[in-house]
């Protein structure tokens, strides 16, 4: 089945400690999504990639930078995690044909745990 | 400006129908979506619903927009215990660097009692 894919599910890391996460995807769509999400929050866009083009949101911190290396795979790296960074990491992806966006798909998700 | 709200808690009965509301500010959204998160997992998508309608039903599910009054809701029929989830409407823009962007609702934790 076509899907969207994190690893790892959990992911422990420690204060200042750079950590990366994982997005795969066999949709072959041409946009991919970074979100955080905070326990009892609402999911908040941190960036996304429209094929090789990134794209920042204003409010995400300097912290947070991410790599597409080609289509399938879209990498979170945080390169120096507070406590403040513990969350929920989710990645969707969409595609955009004719100029008209289609549905966003999530993956898993993987927790983040600070010490 | 984009502020999506819901309510915090809904409890319902099994068998009987379930009514999540959200309402938005952003009347420019293009589409309208509700997702559900169970609990430690990512979000599925439930149903989506184009601005320019104001019903759409897919099998349990119907979701209803009011676009004067920016407020969408989301009718689940016959509600079972493994629809307790919490529901999150969104709002969709599109934007300049391509894709869309989604503006999340607050989520409605929906538990379903026997």
């Known amino acids: 089945d076509a899907m969207v894919i994190q690893n790892p599910r959990y992911q422990v890391t420690q204060f200042g400690k750079p950590v990366t996460l994982s997005c795969s995807q066999t949709?072959?769509?041409?946009?991919m999504y970074w979100y955080q999400q905070k326990s009892s929050q609402a999911p908040k866009l941190l960036f996304h990639?429209?094929?090789?083009?990134?794209?920042n949101e204003a409010d995400t911190p300097d912290n947070f930078q991410s790599r597409r290396p080609n289509t399938s795979f879209c990498f979170l790296d945080i390169r120096s995690p507070g406590l403040g960074d513990a969350a929920m990491y989710l990645c969707?992806?969409?595609?955009?044909?004719?100029?008209?966006?289609?549905?966003?798909?999530f993956g898993p998700g993987t927790r983040l745990t600070v010490l | 400006g984009e502020d999506v709200e819901q309510s915090l808690f809904l409890s319902v009965r099994e068998g009987d129908s379930s009514v999540i509301n959200c309402t938005y500010t952003?009347?420019?959204?293009?589409?309208l979506y509700w997702y559900k998160q169970e609990p430690g997992a990512g979000l599925q998508l439930l149903t989506y619903?184009?601005?320019?309608?104001d019903m759409k039903q897919d099998q349990r599910l119907t979701v209803l927009l009011n676009k004067k009054d920016k407020h969408l809701s989301l009718r689940i029929a016959d509600t079972q215990t493994g629809d307790s989830a919490i529901y999150f409407c969104?709002?969709?823009?599109?934007?300049?660097?391509?894709?869309?962007?989604?503006?999340f609702g607050t989520g409605t934790q929906l538990k379903v009692e026997l």
């Open positions: 969104a709002e969709s823009h599109i934007l300049t660097g391509g894709g869309n962007k989604l503006t």
């Open positions: 969707a992806t969409s595609t955009l044909t004719g100029g008209f966006t289609d549905t966003q798909y």
């Open positions: 949709l072959n769509h041409n946009v």
């Open positions: 952003d009347s420019s959204s293009t589409y």
């Open positions: 990639y429209y094929d090789k083009d990134f794209n």
């Open positions: 619903i184009f601005s320019n309608m």
